[in-house]
């Protein structure tokens, strides 16, 4: 049966990437037999440039009739003196994830055996690595809440946010938290500021709720500030990290450069129905943009995770994900992560690389 991708590269190095993704998800088709289907828009500056909106009506009708949306990266600087609710992430990628209701963003950060030198700690602190899933709430707190804007003039000018977060907000996110762990470490470490919000008072009281369902997984919690500080002492302390919009969106941050570089972040966003957008956790990257050299491995291994929980071809997924390790052990890598720049190679070579590791094995 063929399944119908919605492509969106977007800006920046959004299109660069999502091309050696491509290639990637071509060859796993041969190599497994199954069909996809893409088809390509617009999202983000390049669809203000050409259609006037950053989520043009037939980009959202087109991901409305696809299986799953594979995405790149939307912002940059020529769009930053819009007005900040046109802009691209604040138009596009926003309302994607709204529309969708994908509230459950993965973000799993594991340190390759080979890139351990490009992990910015002490080889000590690295030890054999980590594997850290940072599970982020994606539809609400500070990001959506009401009332949100400015008034006022002069000294007196305010602007404001509002954190909103819902018990069955809390509860639905917690419960994938703790679903993840159960498959992998069974620990869950929750990240809250329940010592001054009182949004994250109720989230630590939520959590520790769902925590009696699944009493084969442990659970901590811990501040925001300390759990950064933590991520940077004792990475493998950490199994699970449950956050919140905002704190997911920094803590995520944190954990990709921990693996060697913002490029080999993957991310899922899903929703109930476990229908997802697929992108890297990192941006449009304007300092890079257009010079080739960017990494596409996060984009790779987020149509990985396509495959894994969009489509259900976990077998393709597994490949992708070890014809990536496999070619970074061949110490074949873009500039982010090697060791030595002038020996790197650009995106589209690292591309080539992985398809050709994925057709050996
Ligand atoms: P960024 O993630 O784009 O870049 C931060 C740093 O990481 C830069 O030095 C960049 O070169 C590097 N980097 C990121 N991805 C890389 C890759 N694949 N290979 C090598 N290096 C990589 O963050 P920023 O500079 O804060 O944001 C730039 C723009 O991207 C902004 O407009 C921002 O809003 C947007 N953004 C979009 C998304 C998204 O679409 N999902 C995510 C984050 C930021
Ligand atoms: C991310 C990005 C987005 C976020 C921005 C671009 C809206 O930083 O996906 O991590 O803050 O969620
Ligand atoms: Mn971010």
Same mark, same amino acid.
């Given at each position: ?37 893409? @088809?390509? &828009?617009? *999202?983000? +500056? ?7 909106? !950053?989520?043009?009506?037939? /980009?959202?009708? =087109? ?115 703790? @679903?993840? &762990?159960? *498959?992998? +470490? ?7 500021? !329940?010592?001054?919000?009182? /949004?994250?008072? =109720? ?159």
């Amino acid at each position: 049966m063929t399944k119908k991708i919605a492509v969106l590269p977007g800006d920046g190095i959004g299109p660069e990437v999502m091309a050696e993704a491509i290639k990637v998800l071509d060859a796993a088709q041969k190599k497994f037999g199954f069909s996809l289907e893409y @088809e390509w &828009a617009d *999202v983000g +500056g390049i669809a203000i440039d050409n259609h006037g909106h !950053a989520l043009p009506e037939s /980009t959202l009708a =087109l991901c409305e009739a696809s299986d799953a949306i594979l995405f790149g990266s939307v912002g940059g600087p020529k769009w930053e003196s819009l007005p900040p609710e046109q802009q691209p992430e604040r138009a596009a990628l926003l309302p994607l994830r709204k529309h969708f209701d994908l509230f459950c963003n993965l973000r799993p950060a594991k340190v390759f055996p080979s890139l351990a030198a490009a992990c910015p700690l002490r080889p000590d602190i690295v030890g054999d690595g980590f594997d850290i899933l940072v599970v982020r709430e994606l539809t609400s707190g500070i990001y959506f809440g009401q009332p949100k804007g400015r008034e006022g003039s002069g000294p007196d000018e305010k602007a404001f946010d509002t954190m909103v977060y819902k018990r069955s907000e809390i509860e639905r996110i917690a419960r994938m938290a703790f @679903e993840a &762990a159960r *498959v992998r +470490g069974k620990k869950v470490t929750s990240v809250d500021k !329940a010592n001054v919000l009182t /949004t994250m008072v =109720l989230w630590r009281e939520v959590v520790t709720g769902v925590a009696a369902d699944y009493p084969d997984v442990e659970l901590g919690h811990i501040y925001v500030d300390n759990a950064t500080m933590q991520l940077v002492r004792w990475p493998q302390q950490f199994d699970v990290l449950l956050c919140g919009n905002m704190f997911g969106d920094i803590i995520s941050d944190e954990a990709a450069m921990l693996t060697g570089s913002m490029g080999m972040l993957a991310s899922a966003s899903l929703n109930a129905d476990k229908f997802g957008l697929f992108e890297p956790a990192g941006g449009s990257a304007p300092d890079i943009a257009g010079q080739g050299v960017a990494n596409p491995i996060a984009q790779i291994l987020s149509a990985g995770m396509m495959l894994r929980y969009g489509l259900g071809l976990e077998e393709a997924a597994e490949a992708i994900e070890s014809a990536v390790s496999a070619t970074l052990e061949k110490n074949i890598m873009t500039a982010d992560i090697a060791p030595d720049r002038d020996k790197s190679v650009g995106t589209a070579a690292m591309g080539d690389a992985i398809v050709a590791a994925l057709e050996e094995a």
